[in-house]
């Protein structure tokens, strides 16, 4: 929520707006405008979108509100008067700079304007995807993939956490968004290209995940689990000496298993 004041006039006294930083396509938004008149009376309150008018209170006036068409807007005027307007199923076109503009009556006249940003999101059809991995790695091996993020606007913020903690952004590769000539929606992708280690394995597991954000009204995410490939000794003995078979988690999945005898 954004919230700007401005102090600096002093026959309106304090005027600040509240608006949201982000919401979500198809709520309804709530911008408020606050000011105090001190010894003064109200004459008006404008809001713009940008440098366009598109709502008027005016105290003295029957009906006091007017609207003004203006594309994407719609204003619930039940619901709106001299300190706030609600707009009615937003979409991503009307993002951008909302401004409230509070003038004093007679014999002041005084006048001024506070503007803040507003971000319409169009959430993500759906949740991030982590590319094909293998289920087996070993210390030395890379581990190369991308996560995904489809169709959103704005592009969702992407970041990689390896075992819950965030990855070095060395070893993330940040691509261009790629843009729905049509829809105007943005997909992103983040790449990962990490060196393994034997401090990436915890019991032999590592955890990859990636989250997908935008600003704080949207956090998704996707976890996948990979294994450590390493050799395990098995050691059995018997009269003819000390048998020692070789077995790697692959052999689990059905690889033949080598076997050594020591005499």
């Known amino acids: 929520m954004l919230i700007i004041e401005d102090l600096t006039v002093s026959g309106l006294g304090m005027v600040h707006v509240t608006i949201p930083n982000a919401i979500q396509s198809g709520r309804n938004a709530i911008l408020t405008c606050d000011y105090e008149l001190e010894n003064d009376d109200l004459y008006s309150v404008k809001w713009y979108k940008g440098k366009r008018e598109f709502f008027r209170y005016t105290a003295k006036e029957i009906p006091s509100i ?3 068409k203006f594309p994407g807007i719609q204003v619930d005027v039940q619901s ?27 014999p002041s006249f005084q ?35 991308n996560c995904t993020s489809n169709s959103s606007i704005p592009p969702a913020m992407l970041e990689w956490w390896i075992n819950d903690v965030p990855a070095h952004i060395e070893h993330s590769i940040k691509y261009a968004t790629i843009v729905d000539p049509i829809s105007s929606r943005e997909t992103s992708i983040l790449g990962l290209r990490l060196p393994l280690t034997n401090e990436h394995f915890y019991q032999g597991r590592l955890k990859l995940q990636c989250i997908a954000r935008i600003y704080d009204i949207y956090e998704k995410d996707v976890t996948r689990y990979v294994e450590e490939q390493y050799p395990r000794i098995l050691a059995n003995s018997d009269n003819g000496g000390v048998h020692f078979s070789f077995i790697s988690d692959r052999d689990a999945a059905g690889e033949k298993t080598k076997h050594f005898l020591i005499v």
């Open 66 to 68: 007017k609207i003004f």
């Open 80 to 106: 709106s008067n001299a300190s706030r307007i609600v707009l009615n199923n937003v979409v991503p076109q009307i993002s951008g700079k909302f401004s409230c503009e509070v003038s004093a009556d007679a």
């Open 111 to 145: 006048t001024h304007i506070v503007s803040g940003e507003l971000q319409v999101v169009e959430f993500p059809e759906q949740n991030p995807t982590i590319d094909d991995i293998k289920q087996y790695y070993s210390v030395g091996d890379y581990l190369e993939t």
